[in-house]
């Protein structure tokens, strides 16, 4: 246990560190591609930090020998989008307050965001979501052919946010770490920089994944519990690191951006892996996450469109995940 937890605790750090990397890398490279800010955390840093944990999907679903490693798959699906639902903004949240705390209460709790344009994302998420979930609850001869609706609405999706410039202001940019004495870095740099970053987040995502599984079984928690708690937090980590990265540095903008991305990308590649090489049919605990993402992603969308949206009910959004851990402990017990 002793190695367990020093794993645990060093793939943490090494994901904070290799994060402090990837985002001042992929600000670069969304400069460099004339990309806005908001562009920049929707389709750039999430595309590359849900790698991880769609390349667990894609492993348990493609390559899984048995129902039970397929299941995992389809956990990993829908766990994706509810932590990034509930936990990531109530970091976000979180984080703003902390960060905060000296300031007013107006300046405190305000939000420097575009929000309506993050209210259109979370209803892009939740039309497809509901989908999602109500393909979870039937069983027809095609349905694996839908998954490339799935691949075909998040392709759709990139193409709308890269020509949505949108009002964003052109965001400070901190010198390219691995050149901090080059004001106008190369794209080569900028690539080496943000590939070599993401590849170190994937390895360090992938221990700290299956540390957190072991720490859980050695806790008494079986096996499909642990999976099913446990591993979309670890597996989303990453995003949830950069989006307290860019908070720390006075960018809400691009952490917002990058959760709202990332929740697209959850809905859909992964969900189309699912569909294509499993069954795709929900048990209790899959359908109970799926409800309280859409109960999460109706509240954010409703906030987010009348422009009321501040840190204290991104914050206060993360309880609905403990609604979800309370019903999967009780139904397994």
Known sequence: MFITFLLFFLSAATIYFACEFFVNGVEWLGRR?????????????????????????????????SPQQKD????????GPLVLATIAYAVVGLALLMNRR?????????????????????AWFLVIF???????????????????????????????????????????????KIRPHDANPTMAWVALQTV?????????????VAQIELIGVAFGMAPHMAALLLSPIATELPEIMNALIWVKQGKERLALANISGAMMIQATI????????????????????????????????????????????????GLLYGVFVGYVIWYFN
């Open 102 to 122: 000296k300031k007013s209460l107006a300046e405190r709790y305000t939000i420097t965001v575009d929000q309506k344009r993050l209210s259109r994302d979370q």
């Open 270 to 317: 992964p969900s189309a892996l699912g569909i294509f090489f499993t069954p795709w049919l929900f048990d209790g605990p899959l359908i109970s996450a799926a409800v309280i993402t859409m109960l999460a992603v109706v509240a954010l969308f409703a906030l987010f469109r009348r422009g009321v949206m501040d840190s204290r009910i991104l914050l206060s959004v």
């Open 196 to 208: 070599a970053a993401l590849t170190v987040v994937a390895i360090a995502a992938h221990t700290f």
């Open 72 to 79: 995992i798959g389809v956990g990993a699906a829908m766990g």
């Open 130 to 176: 509901v989908v999602k979930a109500g393909l979870g609850l039937v069983i027809f001869s095609f349905k694996p052919w839908l998954g490339v609706v799935f691949l075909a609405a998040y392709a759709a999706y990139v193409w709308r946010e890269l020509r949505d410039e949108g009002d964003d202001e052109e965001e400070e940019l901190e010198p390219l």
């Open 33 to 65: 591609l004339n990309l806005s800010a908001t562009a920049t955390g929707t389709v750039l840093a999430a595309f590359g930090t849900a790698l991880p944990e769609s390349a667990v999907t894609f492993i348990a679903v493609v390559f899984g020998n």
